[in-house]
């Protein structure tokens, strides 16, 4: 008599914006970084992402290759990355040579996501490009360039990255609107996109993506990561009142008046207007808050809508032990 072994659960995994709490430094987002880092790796966690922004007041992440390394060489198995590095800031060679380095520094470990937004405001975009003007053609161009960079040299290639050739750095495109999944779809690349802050397109582009699939030598079937902001406590009163830091988050973003994360305020969205409450509920249509049930069944609900690989976990809370515990949620309840 055979046995049949149940379903794997949801593989998850954790996208880090690096928070600079009201009250704290930089020097203590980072320190909770890692420390998030090594409980996501003992829950199970699938991998550990660092986002590029720059000249935000409350995010820590800009030098975003310095952190990947950072957050691996306080890890042992999690693999950790970039969700993303936004490829427009930079040159190819300089991406390829700095996670070609990692991958030598973390074999097996790294992985290489990439957008193609600035990430940040238009002063410090052109701060970061100095005179260059991206067009619709370029990120494809430099996509192309990055994995030729990270693949074996060819003989007689007078162009090479050296750390970086034949590392074959993991690429995943990332994106919130149709563009990246096409591109993805064609390159045969694995796709995150990025609902965890603009999920309007999510099914149209996850089905772009998989109806549109090319098989390549990275990657043989489609695969999504969707990105779902959580926050996860005992009840769902909590959560709710614990989401108000990241409520307060989203209100800055949409009003252009971005701060550190602020602690968590009881009936935030009660003393605002009907217009804002809908831009935060837009903002946040991918949300999972609440208990443990509330949870699960969001969880499952996402996943059945999507089809989702795996799901990367953004979670905005204030103190940073209750960030931990909205894991442990996350990781008992998946589907």
Not at 219 to 246: F, K, N, R
């Amino acid at each position: 008599m055979t046995t049949s072994l149940p379903e794997p659960s949801l593989p998850l995994s954790f996208l880090d914006l690096v928070a600079v709490r009201e009250g704290g430094t930089v020097a203590d987002a980072l320190a909770i970084s890692l420390r998030t880092a090594r409980h996501a790796e003992a829950l199970g966690f699938s991998r550990y992402w660092l986002a590029e922004h720059h000249n935000m007041a409350g995010i820590a992440s800009s030098a975003t290759a310095v952190l990947v390394g950072h957050i691996a060489g306080g890890t042992s198995t999690i693999r950790v990355g970039s969700g993303g590095v936004m490829l427009p800031n930079h040159a190819p060679l300089v991406v390829a040579e700095a996670f070609g380095t990692l991958a030598e520094l973390f074999p097996g470990r790294i992985d290489l996501g990439l957008g193609r937004a600035p990430g940040t405001d238009g002063l410090t975009m052109r701060a970061l490009r100095r005179d260059r003007v991206e067009r619709e053609e370029d990120f494809p161009r430099d996509v192309a360039e990055l994995q030729q960079l990270l693949a074996p040299a060819e003989p007689g290639q007078r162009l090479i990255a050296m750390p970086g050739a034949g590392t074959r750095v993991p690429i995943w495109l990332l994106g919130s609107s149709l563009f990246s999944a096409r591109l993805a779809a064609e390159r045969g690349l694995p796709y995150a996109f990025a609902s965890h802050f603009a999920p309007r397109l999510l099914l149209q582009a996850v089905d772009l993506y998989r109806t549109h699939f090319r098989p390549s030598e990275q990657l043989a079937e489609p695969y999504v990561i969707i990105g779902v902001p959580l926050i996860a406590a005992p009840t769902d009163e909590e959560a709710e009142y614990l989401a108000s830091s990241t409520f307060q988050r989203v209100l800055g973003i949409l009003r252009g008046d971005r701060r550190r994360l602020q602690p968590p305020k009881e009936n935030f969205m009660a003393g605002l207007s009907a217009e804002e409450r809908a831009g935060i509920a837009e903002f946040l249509g991918a949300a999972v808050i609440g208990g443990p049930d509330t949870v699960r069944d969001g969880l499952a609900r996402l996943v059945a809508a999507t089809g989702a690989d795996e799901v990367m976990l953004v979670s905005d809370v204030f103190d940073a032990d209750l960030r931990l515990r909205c894991l442990d949620i996350a990781a008992a309840v998946r589907p």
